[in-house]
């Protein structure tokens, strides 16, 4: 049986579910991630986008904030907080959920790196792997989902 797990915005307008084995945990300094979680970083949960139920009439506006942003990041209405962000379609599509987004959060897998930590606002004491720029982010990015089937 696939896990579920339910998944909310922190004012809890915007509730949903995700199924199915997370794909891998991060820790994101970008610069977006810094100003919409209001943090130093995002601890953000990826999962494959297929597993995704979000019910009719969310409250949930998606909007790119990059140019050329191939990550449609979702606020809630009402809190004005992210709520979750998804990137590709259909079997390769990906959803990035915060893990304090996540209900049962003690249940996810631990966080395997850090991305876009060039960009950080404070340096990290720990023993992930730390992805400095974009260049060398995505390529992380690319070699685990390959490794794990997903590219």
Same mark, same amino acid.
């Given at each position: 049986m696939m896990p579920v797990y339910r998944c909310h915005c922190p004012?809890?307008?915007?509730?949903?579910e995700i199924s199915g084995p997370p794909v891998t945990r991060f820790f994101c300094h970008c610069t977006i991630c810094q100003e919409k979680y209001q943090a130093p970083y995002a601890d953000v949960v990826l999962f494959p986008l297929a597993? =995704?139920?979000? &019910?009719?009439? @969310?409250?949930?506006?998606?909007?790119?904030?990059k140019r050329f942003g191939a990550i449609d990041r979702g606020m809630c209405t009402?809190?004005?907080q992210p709520v979750m962000a998804k990137?590709?379609?259909g079997?390769?599509?990906l959803a990035f959920i915060a893990a304090h987004n996540v209900a049962n959060a003690a249940? =996810?897998?631990? &966080?395997?790196? @850090?991305?876009?930590y060039g960009t950080r606002v404070a340096d990290v004491?720990?023993?992930l792997p730390k992805y400095r720029h974009y260049v060398s982010?995505?390529?992380a990015f690319l070699k685990l989902l390959l490794t794990r089937g997903r590219a």
């Open positions: 004012c809890e307008t915007n509730q949903f597993g =995704l139920a979000l &019910p009719e009439g @969310h409250s949930i506006n998606f909007g790119q904030y009402a809190c004005h990137a590709g379609e079997s390769k599509g249940s =996810l897998p631990a &966080p395997s790196m @850090h991305v876009f004491a720990d023993s982010s995505q390529f």
